[in-house]
């Protein structure tokens, strides 16, 4: 390969002409746009406690009523990428969200799509285009691109949630944006997706209609996914992984068009070695406890601590019981390096 010239072999007087003209020349930057074999990667794999971060949104619950914030959020930002650039990975925006008892935030929509999985808690809702949604932990809930949403916490003590959005993406397409509202007229079925949508396999009749809905189900109780891992266990060989993904129950496609959703089970002991690919993500723990070896770097993990995994990184993660499963959720921007075109497996 040949030696590429550098901006310092050119003129001054030329270099300055160029600049003074909007124009760059690409020799010298070729190789930092295009590396050979493996893109550059800024993100840092790494890990973020909630031992840590809990004491941290309690103070902020102290210290900022949410009339002050609106949404009471600490971002969960990746040191490689820059902290003012909130993102865990380059397309992925992570934030632990606090609401005490008889807190609103308010009604509002987006251009960005979020979801948003319970951490710790009971009695918060969310209600998406009308429909009241309880959170229970572990429960994921999608507030997708454009769709009126707001929180409520009718129980007793913290409720905190982890929220998801595809907002790196949506913010470097210069195409970021929210509207305020007024609260939403509840409708009178609360949570009503959920008879609509009992079992995979099953779909009201009327869906099969040419028209489909887009979003037909925001809510994924965490009790039928954790149960729905444990079935799967039992007839998943040792060496491959206990994973399911959410989806649209309608399509069986992804639920959102830029992130990707999945949940993982590890058996007592088990370490698992997901192939290499060209998607980032972050993994949240839910429950169980072990080790995580990601590009190298080695990470303890515990209950309710979340992970970054750079895109093309190598990732083993070991459940350190040798009794109890672990439980991780997933969060990947797969869905859209597919739409685009460029999304790799290194099998
Ligand atoms: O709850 O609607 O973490 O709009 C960032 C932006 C949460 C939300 C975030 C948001 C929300």
Request: glycine share 8%; hydrophobic share 35%; net charge negative.
């Amino acid at each position: 390969m040949a030696q590429l010239g550098t901006l310092e072999e050119l003129p001054l007087e030329y270099r300055n002409g160029l600049t003074s003209q909007n124009l760059v020349p690409l020799w010298p930057n070729l190789r930092a746009a295009l590396p050979y074999n493996i893109p550059a990667r800024r993100t840092k794999p790494m890990v973020w406690r909630y031992a840590q971060i809990r004491p941290e949104l309690l103070k902020a619950g102290e210290l900022t009523p949410i009339e002050k914030a609106e949404r009471r959020v600490l971002v969960l930002a990746n040191p490689g990428l820059g902290l003012e650039n909130m993102q865990a990975t380059p397309s992925i925006y992570i934030g632990m969200q606090l609401i005490l008892p008889r807190e609103t935030a308010p009604n509002h929509k987006h251009s960005p799509s979020a979801v948003r999985f319970v951490v710790e808690g009971e009695g918060g809702f969310t209600v998406v285009e009308g429909e009241k949604m309880p959170m229970e932990k572990g429960d994921l809930i999608l507030t997708p691109s454009g769709l009126w949403h707001e929180h409520g916490h009718e129980g007793s003590g913290p409720v905190v949630w982890l929220d998801a959005l595809d907002l790196p993406m949506v913010y470097a397409l210069e195409a970021s944006y929210c509207i305020d509202g007024e609260p939403q007229k509840i409708r009178n079925q609360p949570d009503s997706s959920q008879n609509r949508y009992r079992r995979a396999g099953l779909v009201p009749y009327a869906s099969l209609r040419a028209q489909r809905p887009k979003y037909p189900l925001c809510r994924f109780p965490w009790k039928d996914t954790r149960a729905a891992l444990h079935d799967l266990s039992t007839v998943t060989d040792s060496g491959d992984i206990v994973q399911l993904a959410y989806v649209n129950p309608e399509t069986g496609g992804e639920c959102l068009p830029i992130l990707g959703f999945s949940a993982i089970m590890l058996r007592p002991g088990e370490t698992i070695r997901p192939v290499r690919r060209s998607a980032s993500a972050v993994l949240h723990v839910v429950e169980g406890e072990g080790q995580a070896n990601i590009d190298g770097v080695e990470l303890d993990w515990g209950g309710q601590d979340t992970m970054a995994v750079p895109t093309h990184a190598k990732v083993e993660i070991t459940n350190k019981s040798s009794s109890k499963p672990a439980f991780l959720f997933q969060v990947d921007d797969a869905p859209m390096q597919k739409k685009l075109g460029f999304f790799e497996e290194f099998g």
